[in-house]
């Protein structure tokens, strides 16, 4: 368990240092981002083939720092999004790094994930290089939350470091920690979710964590 390993005050006062900026948000890696989207836009494409897909009206950001995915990611393939990150002077920093794409924002949630609760229901809600600030506890309740908020056919769309040591990896500095894949597996279980893709992104520099890629949907009553 990761209970005793996560400080959420330390994790945020961590955040009030970093700057708003490409590579303050990505710790130093501001340079992978288009690699990150050019992955990510492959595997959100997918879903929305799917012969149920998901609408592309309303997608959640969650976590979403200065607007990165929103920009990248999400306002280009959805009519609107809505975006939740506790860090004021991040969420401040959105719509002016979103830009032309300002415009698709619909509501700024300044909450910390595991206080959020949903107003209405999501065609995606996207959680990326997030999850790892959340106690397996809050992570359990969070999954399941987005879970419910999910419309007819909404995907909600996990992207996370993984370990490759198979254990849970900790770090101190910003007080988050980094899971392993069976770790992840079993928390999707808990949450009632299930898998419907899963895929590694491609193309990192070596030296980083593994990246991957989850499509994850409510599990079916009859099911469980």
Known sequence: MT???????KASEYWADIPATLDGVLGG???ISDIDIEGSTLFLKSILALENAPKPGLALDCGAGIGRITK???APLFERVDVIEPDEKFINAISSYVGENKIK????????LQKF????????IWNQWVLGYLTDIDLIAYLTCCRNALSKNGVLIVKENVTSSGKIEIDETDSSVTRPLKQYL???KL????RIKQSKQTNFPTG????????????????S
Request: net charge positive; proline share 8%.
């Open 3 to 9: 209970e005793k390993n996560i400080n959420y005050k």
């Open 186 to 188: 079993k928390i999707f």
């Open 191 to 194: 949450a009632k979710l299930k």
């Open 105 to 112: 924002i619909g509501s700024l949630y300044q909450t910390s």
């Open 117 to 124: 609760v949903p107003e209405r229901k999501y065609d995606i």
């Open 208 to 223: 980083i964590f593994p990246v991957y890629m989850f499509a994850l949907l409510p599990v079916d009553p009859d099911e």
């Open 72 to 74: 990248n990611l999400l």
């Open 29 to 31: 890696f501001g340079y």
